[in-house]
């Protein structure tokens, strides 16, 4: 009887046992989707796409095939191309090169089964002019459920086809594990009248908590200020909204909005461009300076100003020097307002107790890396480059930029790395050399994206930009580019373009001691008020 017994048993899951693997196998089967290739509204091929962690990814030999373009490995390097469009993409990088514009990636390319894959929001933003401009020609993938099975919601198959977004180009990535929350529920499609929050970035001290809120897209959140109370709307925003100080801000949504709760002295906005961030300080302690008109009465008047420590370092570094001069255009050269305005700097941050160290005081030559070198030599709180800016003949541009390193936020920001990367060999400039190590720079930083340093880094320039545009300095923008003098740098560094030479007017002004003096007065402001909130 017992073996009767066994062998039913045996006989019952050699039935069963075939049945779970079936339906492992659709299990499994559920993540692979089938993905329509259109060029307008005609479809012209099809392929398969792996659904991993809630992303779709597209094998990039297959896209080539189905757009009919040639595809070559080189090292870390895959380049697809044919004669309207090269797509240059890098293992491991958060960008990639279409024709000569940069663009940033959704996710950093991964390899699935042995072949190199990209996700599909990036693979739209980077082929959908494939085939030409024209409306008929546009490339889009379209992806739709293959098979059905019991693992996919009904809501899920309800979304079929999915039309992934190939025209919103973005220009700084979300945090990882960040997906984006609409405020408008139940739409299928993305909403192109709601604005987009990608990031929300806290900074708190006694005296202040600042909020930057990283900004994608065309449409600009509306903020509305009322007692105790903002309110931003008509915006999409991220999972993690929570508020990283709770005891003094508190963030709840009320109507599709998200709202910042407290009992603040005052708050004050800032909205930023390239890329695009609003910026919200909420001061708490009334000891802290109101912003004024004139930068230099808040430096050298207000003996209010609650300073940072004395064992603070900043390192300044005036650009260029001997026998390479940077820039030269209307009869001043860069080097020369460089050095001035660094000299003018060291002298208002040392009446304030900082102590500064320069890279170079006099007319001399360093190279890049020797810069940062000695930033982090002194273990600096904070390194300063200076520069003057200045456009090819025909071109022209005023105004004061702010550059931190990470991908660049648009191609003048990317030739304006590459000159300024630029370093003699045996007394003449190798641009060849420089633009090859731009290039490796740019490979490089998309496993940088997420470092605390580039961080730290952007709220050094967002405070520098806040100091320059309440002093009344021509505040242009803050920007990012792949800046060598930089890439060394231990601590928060940023990079000052304080005008263009090239412009007739702007080039007077920066040769003039009284307005270096302002530049210095407003940065010296900008980095105290940076280290006091550390």
């Given at each position: 009887?017992?073996?009767l017994?066994?062998?039913?048993?045996?006989?019952?899951?050699?039935f069963?046992l075939?049945?779970?693997?079936?339906?492992?196998?659709?299990?499994n089967?559920s993540?692979?989707?089938?993905?329509?290739?259109?060029?307008?509204?005609?479809?012209?091929?099809e392929?398969?796409?792996?659904?991993?962690?809630?992303i779709?990814?597209?094998?990039?030999?297959?896209?080539?095939?189905i757009?009919?373009?040639?595809i070559?490995s080189?090292?870390?390097?895959?380049?697809?191309?044919?004669?309207?469009l090269?797509?240059?993409?890098?293992r491991n990088?958060?960008a990639?090169?279409?024709?000569s514009?940069?663009?940033?990636?959704?996710e950093?390319?991964?390899?699935?089964?042995g072949?190199?894959?990209?996700?599909?929001?990036s693979?739209?933003?980077l082929f959908?002019?494939?085939?030409g401009?024209?409306?008929?020609d546009?490339?889009?993938?379209?992806?739709?459920?293959?098979?059905?099975?019991?693992?996919?919601?009904?809501?899920e198959?309800?979304?079929?086809?999915?039309?992934?977004s190939?025209h919103?180009?973005?220009?700084?990535r979300?945090?990882e594990?960040?997906?984006?929350?609409?405020?408008?529920?139940?739409?299928?499609?993305?909403?192109?009248?709601?604005?987009e929050?990608?990031?929300?970035?806290?900074s708190?001290?006694q005296?202040?908590?600042?909020?930057?809120?990283?900004?994608?897209?065309n449409?600009?959140?509306?903020?509305?200020?009322?007692?105790?109370?903002?309110?931003?709307?008509s915006?999409?925003?991220?999972?993690?909204?929570?508020?990283?100080?709770e005891?003094?801000?508190?963030?709840?949504?009320?109507n599709?909005?998200?709202?910042?709760?407290?009992?603040?002295l005052?708050?004050?906005t800032?909205?930023?461009?390239?890329?695009?961030?609003?910026?919200?300080e909420f001061?708490?302690?009334?000891?802290?300076?109101?912003?004024?008109?004139?930068?230099?009465?808040?430096?050298?008047?207000?003996s209010?100003v609650?300073?940072?420590?004395?064992n603070?370092?900043v390192v300044?570094?005036?650009?260029h020097?001997?026998?390479?001069?940077?820039a030269?255009?209307?009869?001043?050269?860069?080097?020369d307002?460089n050095?001035?305005?660094?000299?003018?700097?060291?002298?208002?941050?040392?009446s304030?107790?900082?102590?500064?160290?320069?890279?170079?005081?006099?007319?001399?030559?360093?190279?890049?890396?020797?810069?940062?070198?000695?930033?982090?030599?002194?273990?600096?709180?904070?390194?300063?480059s200076?520069?003057?800016?200045?456009?090819?003949?025909?071109?022209?541009?005023?105004g004061?930029?702010?550059?931190?390193?990470?991908?660049p936020?648009?191609k003048?920001?990317?030739?304006?790395?590459?000159?300024e990367n630029?370093e003699?060999?045996?007394?003449?400039?190798?641009?060849?050399?420089?633009?090859?190590?731009?290039?490796?720079?740019?490979?490089?930083?998309g496993?940088?994206?997420?470092n605390?340093?580039i961080?730290?880094?952007t709220?050094l320039?967002?405070?520098?930009?806040?100091?320059?545009?309440?002093?009344?300095l021509p505040?242009k923008?803050?920007a990012?580019?792949?800046f060598?003098?930089l890439?060394g740098?231990?601590?928060?560094?940023v990079?000052?373009?304080?005008?263009f030479i090239?412009?007739k007017?702007?080039?007077k002004?920066?040769?003039?001691?009284?307005?270096?003096?302002?530049?210095?007065?407003?940065m010296?402001?900008?980095?105290?008020?940076y280290?006091?909130g550390?």
């Amino acid at each position: 009887m017992l073996d009767l017994a066994r062998l039913k048993n045996i006989k019952l899951w050699s039935f069963l046992l075939p049945l779970f693997l079936l339906i492992a196998s659709i299990a499994n089967a559920s993540d692979l989707y089938k993905v329509y290739c259109y060029a307008g509204e005609n479809r012209i091929g099809e392929l398969s796409a792996n659904k991993i962690d809630s992303i779709y990814w597209l094998q990039l030999n297959n896209v080539a095939q189905i757009l009919n373009m040639r595809i070559n490995s080189v090292g870390d390097e895959v380049v697809i191309s044919n004669n309207s469009l090269t797509v240059n993409i890098v293992r491991n990088a958060s960008a990639a090169r279409v024709g000569s514009m940069l663009v940033s990636l959704i996710e950093i390319p991964r390899e699935i089964d042995g072949a190199l894959c990209l996700d599909e929001r990036s693979i739209n933003n980077l082929f959908q002019r494939a085939l030409g401009k024209k409306p008929e020609d546009i490339i889009s993938f379209r992806m739709e459920y293959d098979s059905p099975s019991s693992s996919v919601s009904s809501n899920e198959k309800s979304k079929e086809p999915i039309l992934f977004s190939g025209h919103s180009v973005r220009q700084e990535r979300p945090a990882e594990n960040n997906e984006l929350v609409s405020v408008t529920p139940g739409k299928n499609k993305p909403n192109e009248a709601l604005a987009e929050i990608s990031e929300i970035r806290w900074s708190v001290t006694q005296q202040k908590v600042r909020v930057v809120l990283a900004c994608v897209g065309n449409r600009e959140p509306v903020l509305k200020e009322e007692k105790d109370k903002i309110i931003i709307s008509s915006t999409i925003f991220p999972n993690d909204t929570k508020s990283q100080a709770e005891s003094m801000i508190q963030t709840k949504y009320e109507n599709g909005s998200l709202v910042f709760t407290g009992k603040w002295l005052r708050a004050e906005t800032i909205q930023l461009v390239n890329p695009k961030r609003i910026l919200i300080e909420f001061i708490f302690d009334d000891k802290a300076p109101q912003a004024k008109t004139e930068i230099d009465q808040n430096v050298k008047a207000n003996s209010n100003v609650n300073v940072p420590s004395k064992n603070s370092i900043v390192v300044l570094d005036p650009g260029h020097g001997g026998q390479d001069p940077g820039a030269v255009a209307n009869g001043v050269r860069e080097k020369d307002i460089n050095l001035a305005v660094a000299l003018k700097l060291e002298s208002s941050l040392k009446s304030k107790g900082i102590r500064v160290e320069l890279t170079r005081k006099t007319d001399v030559y360093l190279k890049l890396d020797e810069r940062t070198a000695i930033a982090n030599k002194h273990n600096a709180d904070v390194f300063v480059s200076i520069h003057a800016n200045a456009l090819p003949r025909g071109k022209s541009a005023r105004g004061f930029e702010i550059y931190l390193m990470a991908l660049p936020t648009d191609k003048d920001a990317l030739e304006l790395a590459k000159f300024e990367n630029r370093e003699l060999v045996d007394g003449k400039t190798n641009a060849a050399a420089s633009d090859r190590k731009t290039q490796l720079l740019l490979s490089i930083l998309g496993d940088m994206q997420q470092n605390h340093k580039i961080i730290e880094s952007t709220d050094l320039a967002e405070v520098l930009y806040k100091a320059g545009n309440q002093s009344g300095l021509p505040m242009k923008r803050v920007a990012q580019a792949p800046f060598f003098v930089l890439r060394g740098a231990a601590m928060p560094a940023v990079l000052l373009e304080t005008g263009f030479i090239t412009d007739k007017d702007e080039a007077k002004l920066l040769s003039h001691s009284g307005y270096q003096q302002k530049i210095a007065d407003a940065m010296a402001l900008g980095i105290i008020n940076y280290l006091r909130g550390k």
